[in-house]
């Protein structure tokens, strides 16, 4: 058995998904969420672990999910832990520098829950979603959306090298799923099941690899 691998009789590993509407799976049923999704194709690898503990809502931007922290209850370490914001940083306007400041923030304390390991991090990027139905209808130009999303997302994959953590690019895979109806939730906005299960062919060897870390 690989190291950081549970057995049958251990007690079964501890997933924190850090986040917002994303992470949350507005639009969708619990069982949808890329995070459930994630832990029951981890429990069919064989792996045993309990259900995520997510803290995400709809809406968060990066202080927003600090504060979110600040009120949870957290118990670590965590045997894994995922962090995704940053689209409502984009939507609103806000600055490089300031998503950048924050998000290193963030992942320093998501680095500390797990351990202080690192390894047992994994960053998941911004989907695109300007090329949804609401994107396209929003008045905003999706070429414009699209390159400010690239630049938040080339940040969060730079702080997640600097500090020696896995990063997952989901958001080729939303650009190629774009407005197509069974890729998205009833709002037209968020990813809908079948979508998140796509997210899992970057996310899922990661989170492989980061629980068979020591």
Known sequence: MAAGLSSDDAEPLRYLALGDSYTIGEGVAPEQ????????????????IGDPQIVATTGWTTD??????????????????????GVNNQYRGRDLDNYRREFAALLQRAIALAGLRPERVVVVSIPDWGVTRFGRESGRESATIARELDAFNAINREEARR?????????AISRDAGADAAQLAEDGL???????????????????QALSSP
Do not use: N
């Open 163 to 171: 500090k020696h953590v896995a990063w997952a690019d989901v958001c």
């Open 64 to 85: 927003e999910l600090s504060a979110g922290m600040d009120t949870a209850t957290l118990v670590p370490p965590y045997d894994f832990v995922s962090l995704s914001i």
């Open 33 to 48: 969420r890329w995070p459930q999704q994630l832990v029951a194709r981890l429990r069919a690898d064989g792996i045993a």
């Open 190 to 208: 968020h990813p809908s099941g079948r979508q998140y299960a796509g997210w899992l062919a970057t996310i899922h060897p990661l989170a492989r």
